[in-house]
């Protein structure tokens, strides 16, 4: 099993050569938003997930860190 750990959409734009703006623009979703998740504010739905991960050209997973729940246990 796995939760969801830090957001990794930052780095994913910055890969990409995107910025929040932009992914706004693509994707219609509200700038405030994405910036939400970039710093960790809110977790994004699956289906924002989708919508973002297809903006991005990267898999859903690709947008978080996941970190196994044994791991967690074990810090």
């Known amino acids: 099993m796995y939760k969801v750990g830090r957001c990794l959409l ?3 734009l910055i890969k990409s050569g995107m910025t929040q ?3 706004a623009f693509r994707t ?3 700038k405030s938003q994405i ?3 970039v710093n960790n504010k809110h977790i994004m739905s699956l289906e924002t997930a989708k919508i ?3 903006a991005l050209n990267c898999g859903i997973d690709e947008l ?3 970190i196994s729940v ?3 246990h074990n810090r």
């Open 28 to 30: 219609n979703i509200p």
């Open 70 to 72: 044994e791991d967690a």
């Open 52 to 54: 973002i991960s297809a």
């Open 10 to 12: 930052g780095d994913r």
């Open 21 to 23: 703006s932009m992914l």
């Open 35 to 37: 910036s939400e998740y």
């Open 64 to 66: 978080y860190e996941w």
